[in-house]
């Protein structure tokens, strides 16, 4: 168990909003203890806890708000 710190591309954001609601929904999302979202560099840096959460767990919470997130 060890947590990660991790940069992410997002896709599909058109405003600083897209942006505030992903992190928010993220950081409800267990297993994830610290995420920032920016809209301008459409990138987020998210910190989890890798034995609860993983790239595809983060991806998964992303994609029901139908937006894309990779690691970058
Ligand atoms: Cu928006």
């Known amino acids: 168990m060890a947590i990660i710190k991790k940069k992410y591309n997002v896709e599909g954001m058109h405003c600083g909003a897209c942006a505030t609601g992903i992190q ?9 203890k610290n995420v920032s979202v ?3 560099s459409k990138k987020a840096e998210v910190e ?13 919470a992303v994609s ?4 894309t997130i990779k690691p970058e």
């Open 38 to 40: 920016d809209y301008n």
């Open 24 to 32: 928010m929904y993220l950081s409800n999302t267990d297993g994830v």
């Open 64 to 67: 029901e708000l139908g937006y």
């Open 48 to 60: 989890y806890d890798d034995a609860k959460i993983s790239d595809e767990g983060i991806a998964k």
